[in-house]
């Protein structure tokens, strides 16, 4: 069933309170709810209409009776009312142990937890359950107190105490009117991390993060972020914390990273428990940035709500685009600009790696979808990463100051609203004076729109004349509004001074291009320069350059700017690994071409650059991406190219390697700081590319960095380089890291996800669906936990396509989807969207894809979120 954004109708009946009672019991649990209701005067009228999904409905009383006519289906009541007011009265029984969906109220490692977005709460009690629906909430929670001692929900704690029978209860009470989907309740056996802080205004706040006690002592870099993110929200957007006290709990099963309940976010416990020993930097980095992207959703997403899920961009994009705007600032304070670009780079490798692939598949959708079957299916890169695109776009057109006063209009305008993308961007042009009406198009247009350039010098008038184009499929009329950063490169590599219509800039410059095709002419250019296009990324597009070997390999060791440098070696290796890969394809023998050896060997010879930024432009572009970008997708062959690409270099260049490994040594007590960051990767990826090669002097360099490791990253990163590779270490360091952290599920994560993406350096192995399947049946693998599924699933379905694309892997992935169909339909569609793109692959792995399609929409009791991939897949 298909809903679409056209069909929008206000509601006829709001909710302005809601009180709630849970008699919270796993197996069966009693939800009293009382709406006060009134009519809306802006709606048509119409029924009062609650939603509810796998409820039992005990009781339903209007006003104190029993409604004569009211209509009920499994998921929907319909009563018409009279009057401007009423009172409903519903009891529903409900059985959080028996959830496995995981959405709506569960029970996990043996307390009681919820997740109401997008449309959990219709599985807790009957509701208008939709976004548009703000109401004033009382929760009264009442629980067993020996197994539950805490009990936690939104606001304020406003009573307490024990009742009969060794139960107690506890009453919540909301100020803020709020969605439904921001509700949420905790009961549970926790400890608790506080702090109390003054924020800008001085008021007093408590922070509070729950967890396991055993987990407590992990909870200290989830503090210091949640307090960082809390400052910077206050300096760079004079927002401030509206609440008495703000509390995180962790939960070992989610499905998703985290959730921004009211004064309550419930976290996935990867995504905030780490200590030096058990996470990665790039864990340290994910909870600053998620705490912090949770924290930002107090603003975006909850005092100002999206009208309906097709607004979904509007809290997400924007809420992204803070995060990732928080970390490059909070790197920069410490790391400076190179750390802000290595950021950049991060998030656009994520964009190319997840967000490009869905827009030219199946599943393609504007930020703003104009229909969906399943709203779960629709949290997406799109949605989210290319929506923080679409901000930062608004932010580079409008300047920062701009964007800020655009900002604060927004929020005296919207402040406990639930609104629209448009009226977003409304308040964003009204702000700034300006017309936005044309930018409004990425908000409908699917797909990635492609940017050309062609530049021409005239060396007698010193003028250098670019034409940019754009091209989008399928909408030729329609140009979008796109901000197009450039700077032009001298021969001795330094950015020229750029002259339009007599105004100088020094080095980069932007452009608008707002029509299919325009040009401008540089004046005073005093020598024919190399063009460097898109710096910084400034839109989400598709740069289609066609620049020479040579023309790469000078922006790759000069572009004035860091992204744009680090592309134009991405832009290299691509060709590079492409062109290898047809050579495999073709039967053909490989070899690297010299030129791009040198370009490359320069690079890694630069002594000049931050070892975070060095890492990112020595690390070759992602499998998933390459994928992409090859016709038809051959997985087989480009392994092999990458294979033979890791190993060539691994070996030329043997001995810098090493030198640069031994040079990247950090010395004393962990710290989580760009600096030494940035050593551990550019140390890592070094060992990766010696143990690729088979170097004897690199297998000993990881085993001892393994042995002697301080930290998860150098042992996590010595371990990956091993399994990435023919080293005899390998088994023996996998059963040691198991050894070491068997009892503990989070680092065990790493584990599986480590096997199950490992390619086959030894090609007498046997495949890595062996030992995958064999790890299905590991003691510590749960297919009820998300996380686990992730790890071993997601680390073979979509991390490791050169084993996974098989006859045998697609018929796995059918028996695996249909499987996880039955126990958690959100993350069994997430798996389900590995084979989505498959008609761009080569013939052989079409058939076998199709049939595993197939078996998988034929399959009984097919969930709407599985049901809706594999349906959009085939058709
Ligand atoms: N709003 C959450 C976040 O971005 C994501 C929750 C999505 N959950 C879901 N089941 N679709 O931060
Ligand atoms: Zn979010």
């Known amino acids: 069933q298909t809903i679409r954004r056209a069909d929008y109708q206000p509601l006829a009946w709001t909710v302005t309170d809601v009180d709630l009672h849970f008699a919270l019991d796993p197996a069966a649990t009693l939800v009293r709810s009382r709406l006060t209701l009134k009519r809306n005067p802006r709606a048509p009228a119409g029924p009062l209409v609650l939603l509810g999904d796998e409820l039992e409905l005990v009781s339903l009383q209007i006003d104190g009776r029993t409604p004569a006519a009211a209509r009920i289906t499994d998921t929907r009541i319909e009563v018409d009312l009279d009057g401007d007011t009423a009172t409903a009265d519903i009891v529903t029984r409900i059985a959080p142990a028996k959830n496995t969906a995981l959405s709506g109220l569960y029970t996990s490692r043996g307390g009681f937890f919820t997740q109401c977005e997008a449309e959990g709460f219709r599985r807790i009690t009957w509701f208008p359950d939709r976004p548009d629906a703000m ?25 307490h105490g024990e009742l009969a029978d060794g139960r107690h209860f506890a009453r919540w009470q909301d100020p803020f009117p709020k969605p439904s989907y921001l509700f949420a309740l905790v009961a549970a056996d926790l400890a608790v991390n506080e702090r109390r802080i003054t924020t800008m205004s001085g008021r007093e706040v408590l ?13 200290g870099h989830a503090m210091e972020s949640l307090v960082r993110a809390i400052r910077w929200d206050e300096e760079r957007f004079g927002l401030e914390l509206d609440l008495e006290r703000f509390m995180i709990v962790a939960v070992s099963d989610f499905n998703m990273g985290a959730m921004e309940n009211k004064g309550l976010n419930i976290f996935n416990s990867k995504l905030l428990l780490a200590t030096p020993d058990t996470a990665t930097d790039v864990d340290y980095e994910s909870i600053e940035a998620v705490v912090a992207h949770e924290y930002f959703h ?27 705007e928080f970390t490059a600032d909070m790197l920069a304070a410490e790391g400076g600009d190179s750390a802000r670009a290595v950021k950049r780079i991060d998030d656009v490798r994520v964009l190319r790696a997840a967000q490009f692939p869905e827009d030219a598949g199946p599943m393609a959708h504007p930020i ?33 100051d701009g964007f800020r006063k655009g900002m604060d209009l927004y929020f005296a305008r919207h402040d406990g609203q639930a609104v629209t993308c448009d009226d977003f961007v409304a308040a964003m042009a009204d702000a700034n004076g300006r017309d936005l009406t044309q930018f409004l198009r990425w908000y409908s247009r699917p797909g990635t729109p492609r940017l050309s350039a062609s530049g021409r010098y005239d060396a007698a008038a010193q003028t250098y004349t670019l034409t940019l184009a754009q091209r989008s499929a399928g909408a030729a009329d329609e140009a979008l509004l796109i901000p197009v950063a450039v700077g032009l490169l001298g021969a001795d590599g330094r950015d020229l001074p750029l002259t339009l219509a007599g105004a100088t800039a020094p080095g980069t410059r932007l452009l608008e291009l707002d029509a299919a095709e325009q040009t401008w002419t540089f004046t005073g250019v005093a020598e024919r320069p190399v063009l460097s296009l898109l710096r ?8 289609d350059l066609d620049e020479d070997d040579a023309t790469l390999a000078f922006r790759m060791a000069h572009d004035g700017d860091p992204f744009n440098r680090w592309d134009a070696a991405q832009r290299f290796m691509e060709r590079t690994v492409l062109g290898l890969a047809a050579d495999a394809a073709a039967g053909r023998p490989l070899a690297t071409p010299e030129a791009f050896v040198a370009a490359f060997g320069a690079l890694l010879a630069d002594d000049a650059l ?29 392994r092999t190219a990458l294979m033979h690409l890791l190993r060539d270099l691994g070996k030329r260049f043997a001995a810098d390697w090493l030198d640069r490994h031994l040079d990247c040594r950090v010395a004393g007590d962990y710290r989580y700081h760009p600096r030494d960051v940035g050593l551990r990767a550019l140390g890592n990826l070094c060992l990766r590319y010696l143990c690729a090669a088979g170097e004897l002097a690199g297998f000993a360099a990881a085993e001892r960095q393994f042995a002697q490791a301080g930290n998860m990253s150098e042992r996590l990163g010595a371990l990956g380089a091993l399994v990435h590779s023919a080293a005899p270490q390998r088994d023996s360091a996998l059963a040691a890291f198991h050894a070491h952290y068997a009892t503990d599920t989070l680092v065990l994560d790493k584990w599986f996800a480590l096997q199950a993406g490992a390619w086959r350096w030894d090609p007498a192995a046997a495949p890595t669906l062996a030992r995958v399947r064999q790890l299905l049946a590991h003691p510590a693998f749960a297919a009820t936990n998300p996380n686990k599924v992730y790890a071993l699933l997601g680390g073979y379905f979509r991390a490791n396509p050169g084993e996974f694309h098989s006859p045998d892997g697609h018929a796995f992935w059918a028996e695996q989807i249909v499987a996880l169909n039955a126990i958690n339909p959100q993350v069994a569609a997430r798996m389900a969207r590995a084979l989505e793109r498959w008609r761009s692959f080569t013939p052989a792995l079409q058939a076998s ?13 097919l969930s709407p979120d599985v049901a809706e991939i594999v349906g959009k897949a085939l058709a």
């Open 135 to 159: 109401a004033r909430y009382t929760v009264t929670l009442e629980a067993d107190k020996a197994s539950y001692p805490v009990l936690l929900s939104n606001g304020n704690l406003v009573g």
């Open 207 to 219: 922070l509070q993060i729950w967890t396991e006690t055993a987990a407590l002592e992990r909870t």
């Open 298 to 324: 107090n603003w975006t997403g909850n005092r100002v709500t999206c009208r309906d899920w097709f607004q979904l961009t509007l809290k997400e994009g924007l809420t992204v685009f803070r995060d990732q």
């Open 368 to 400: 703003r979808p104009d229909s969906y079957q399943e709203i779960n299916n629709f949290y997406t890169a799109t949605v989210y990463e290319k929506g923080a695109e679409v901000i930062r776009m608004l932010q580079t057109l409008l300047g920062r």
């Open 536 to 543: 910084g990324f400034s839109a989400p597009v598709i740069a």
């Open 610 to 638: 931050d070892p975070a930024f060095h890492a990112q432009a020595l690390a070759l572009p992602g499998e998933s991406y390459l994928l992409e970008r090859m016709t038809p997708a051959d997985p087989a062959a480009l």
């Open 849 to 861: 894809m199709r049939r595993a399609l197939e078996t998988v929409a034929a399959s009984e009791g």
